[in-house]
């Protein structure tokens, strides 16, 4: 019985996503395994080939010629590894970070707008089903090959997946600067303003905190930090900017993001605020996502050059 409906659902929901035809469905050159492999790239500072093939469950001659092809479209470097010189490190180059960020939008877009077709009485059952269908099978998949890989690196089963907030505890303001600016570097190149931009808003955070009008949120995935948003009183009067949201890239997946903000806008509301903005850069795809599917509007865009790259920033509005 389990079998039959695990393989009439695996049916059901690749001809829901698109999944068999995969770069039609998302006007997109690669295939699906293509843009994992890109995404895999896109949210680690470093990869070796051989920590991708576990990760991904890939034959080895198949992931080789795959990342042949992309180091000849120019996507990938290769290279000796510098931890050990017999295996190859990949990373992506500029052009493969913005063939990885393009992905992750039209991704982005095609999940919301299969989201919003869903009641929406009904998108928490939906999320909690989906939470239960990976946890229960995660919990139960011991072997490496095509399960999970942390199991078989430990020899035993990981812990279930649980995403806990809390506030601030000593070091954690110190980690969400740090957290932010490795991000932001490997990801999209930023260099140290953004790290100083960071480190001064933490550092008015911690210096002019009014506990009724001001906080601060630290996303736990399975105990470790996963994610952080703060939320602090802006220049107009009755008006809260939510600043610094941040899922660390391991984590992504578990809806952390959409959590924080929910928690940023219940508090914004509860502490009397009329209204809740944020800036950010169009080139955040996901979190862009978690915004307008809040409720956020855009207001208005502005081309700037910061953190030693071209931008287009974004500032963006919710009305309590």
Not at 281 to 291: H, Q
Request: hydrophobic content about 40%; some cysteine; aromatic content about 6%.
């Amino acid at each position: 019985m389990a079998v039959r409906e695990i393989r009439e659902f695996n049916r059901f929901y690749t001809n829901l996503i698109g999944a068999l035809d995969y770069s039609r469905h998302l006007h997109t050159p690669f295939t699906l395994t293509e843009a994992r492999v890109l995404y895999e790239l896109a949210h680690a500072p470093r990869t070796d080939a051989a920590d991708l093939r576990v990760e991904l469950s890939l034959d080895a001659g198949h992931l080789s010629r795959m990342l042949a092809k992309f180091e000849e479209r120019q996507l990938v470097t290769r290279g000796p590894s510098e931890q050990d010189a017999r295996r190859q490190r990949i990373e992506l180059t500029t052009h493969g970070r913005q063939a990885a960020s393009l992905l992750e939008e039209r991704s982005e877009e095609a999940v919301g707008s299969l989201v919003d077709r869903i009641r929406p009485q009904d998108r928490p059952r939906l999320s909690e089903a989906m939470r239960t269908v990976r946890e229960i099978l995660r919990d139960n998949t011991v072997s490496g090959e095509g399960g999970d890989g942390r199991a078989a690196a430990t020899g035993g089963k990981p812990s279930a997946s649980r995403v806990v907030l809390r506030g601030a505890r000593p070091g954690d303001l110190g980690w969400s600067i740090e957290r932010n600016a490795e991000v932001y570097a490997t990801e999209f190149g930023w260099n140290e303003e953004y790290e100083a931009l960071v480190a001064q808003i933490v550092a008015d955070f911690a210096a002019n905190r009014d506990p009724e009008r001001d906080a601060v949120w630290i996303a736990e995935l399975d105990g470790q930090r996963a994610g952080c948003v703060f939320c602090v009183r802006d220049k107009e009067p009755d008006t809260a900017r939510l600043r610094l949201l941040l899922v660390d890239p391991a984590a992504r997946g578990n809806g952390i993001g959409n959590v924080l903000v929910d928690e940023c806008i219940a508090f914004a509301r509860s502490a009397g605020y009329t209204d809740l903005v944020l800036w950010t850069n169009d080139i955040l795809a996901g979190a862009r996502t978690i915004y307008q599917r809040a409720g956020f509007e855009l207001v208005a865009e502005q081309r700037h050059h910061s953190f030693g790259r071209e931008l287009v920033g974004q500032d963006w509005h919710l009305a309590l």
